[in-house]
């Protein structure tokens, strides 16, 4: 159950970018309590709060970035495929329904139809 490998261990699951990213978010949160609670230069540093605030930003960061990080999952393969609405931006595109007939024809390697001459002239009398 819980001793599988990963196929990729440099997976997308890992803990190095969320831990490293709440250590410098925890490290400025840190550095700005320490300087802005002291209230002026003829007071002491505070180094209580500094200390409190470098813990709180750094949990609070790292359940954030860890939960964004689990909540990521890539795409099927098939999501990817066959044909939907759209599918090709010179389709999208055309001025006219015609020429995005014969683009997306080109680019199948297809000549395009013709259109018919009744279509074209109107209906016959």
């Not at 939907?84 to 024809?105: F, H, T, W």
């Not at 390697?109 to 209906?123: V, Y």
């Amino acid at each position: 159950m819980g001793t599988e490998e990963p196929a990729n261990p440099k997976s997308a699951n890992s803990i190095k970018l969320p831990l490293s990213f709440s250590a410098a978010l925890a490290a400025v949160a840190g550095l700005f309590t320490l300087v802005f609670a002291s209230g002026g230069t003829q007071y002491g540093l505070r180094w209580d709060l500094a200390g409190i605030a470098c813990g709180i930003a750094f949990v609070a960061s790292l359940l954030v970035s860890s939960l964004l990080v689990m909540g990521h999952k890539e795409n099927d393969a098939y999501l990817s495929e066959g044909s939907g609405v759209y599918r090709k931006s010179s389709d999208r595109l055309a001025p006219n329904p015609e020429q995005a007939g014969q683009a997306s024809a080109a680019q199948a390697g297809e000549p395009a139809e013709k259109p018919d001459e009744e279509a074209q002239d109107g209906p016959s009398k």
